[in-house]
């Protein structure tokens, strides 16, 4: 569906409602009795993230979330019923209360166009790609220093954790430079995120912090790339981070891998991570001329095993793939580049929601939104 179809169905599912509005209140008080139009749209609308796990699930479309929606509400019935229970001290359950709706049909037209219209006024909730929970908190970071960037930064119990909540109601794109400087990065050791008031403040510290780390010349012309690449972009702030030695073990001070560059790309949940690897840091063999070519074989094997293991586990763990930059690779790094450049520029070709469309728009030709 176009923006336009999207706000126009609203228009048609809140046109229908206020046509069975009256009859459907009526008959939501014959066993509600008393109770007004607010306590029984409390009643359909209270149960979007109990009956369906809207934090994790991307739903295809309205049906799609409205089947899993009376799937959850099955499960309900079916717990409380193993229980006997069906009201507590004369008063229905949520659940027996919506199960009544249901079985009516016009409070079951009703409660379904509800739900559909609360689709489409949640359209970018409901639709934008969802991540697995290893990834609500990305740390990065070389030796002491890391930081971290997580979607709704909340410090409970001197733990950084998600705001589950809010989650929800954050409308940047996970991963970007707008998620960035909406949220912060997270400094394991103060209790506030750290904040950036511009775009420009935030490419300082990039370039200042996050690039100088390396030691590497190749990591540090790949983050000069990068920086040229957001000052050229037309929309820097939809850009995905490009995350430099992302953390295996999260924050933790000891941690088995660090991968040299990572692009979570939350338009697309295409997850990339990019090995600078020449061989002299790589697959070299310390006295290599002290030793028979048994023992060459055997410690460069070893050596194979190590990295083949870090890809396996970053892949099994965050489901990121891993492309390697040799030697031959370095020579260009250009080239490197280029291929960085197209896991960046990667967006989504599924369904668009009104308010993105305004959004990309407006961050393009700076319409009035």
Request: proline share 4%; charged share 25%.
């Amino acid at each position: 569906m176009t923006p336009n179809q999207i706000a126009g169905r609203i228009i048609e599912l809140n046109e229908l409602l206020e046509s069975l509005r009256e009859e459907a209140l009526a008959r939501f008080n014959s066993f509600m009795p008393g109770k007004g139009l607010l306590s029984f749209h409390a009643h359909i609308g209270m149960y979007n993230n109990t009956f369906v796990d809207s934090v994790r699930t991307r739903f295809g479309g309205p049906e799609e979330f409205i089947a899993k929606w009376v799937h959850g509400l099955h499960a309900s019935l079916d717990a409380l019923r193993a229980n006997g229970k069906t009201s507590y001290q004369g008063r229905l359950y949520g659940a027996e209360v919506v199960l009544r709706c249901l079985q009516d049909d016009v409070l079951r037209k009703y409660t379904l166009t509800f739900l559909e219209r609360n689709f489409y006024r949640n359209y970018i909730e409901r639709t934008r790609h969802k991540p697995d929970d290893a990834l609500w908190s990305v740390w990065f970071g070389a030796g002491n220093l890391s930081w971290g960037l997580v979607i709704a930064p909340a410090l409970r119990n001197n733990e950084w954790t998600n705001d589950k909540s809010q989650m929800r109601r954050e409308r940047y794109t996970y991963w970007t430079i707008e998620h960035v400087l909406a949220a912060g990065l997270i400094d394991p050791d103060s209790p506030n995120p750290m904040r950036f008031d511009s775009l420009p403040q935030f490419v300082t510290f990039y370039r200042s912090v996050l690039k100088r780390v390396s030691v590497s010349p190749y990591e540090q012309a790949i983050s000069d790339r990068y920086l040229d690449y957001l000052s050229s972009s037309r929309t820097p702030l939809a850009e995905p981070l490009l995350i430099p030695e992302f953390r295996y073990a999260g924050k933790e001070k000891k941690h088995e891998f660090r991968l040299d560059f990572t692009v979570l790309n939350g338009h697309t949940l295409d997850l990339t991570g990019f090995e600078i690897s020449p061989a002299s840091t790589h697959v070299s063999v310390k006295k290599a001329g002290e030793k028979t070519q048994t023992q060459l074989n055997a410690e460069l094997r070893e050596a194979w095993e190590h990295e083949m293991k870090k890809r396996n586990d970053y892949f099994q763990k965050f489901g990121v793939s891993v492309v390697t930059f040799t030697d031959s690779h370095l020579t260009d790094i250009d080239a490197c580049f280029d291929v960085i450049r197209e896991r960046l520029m990667a967006r989504s070709t599924g369904p668009v929601s009104l308010d993105a469309a305004l959004k990309s728009l407006q961050d393009s030709y700076g319409i009035g939104v």
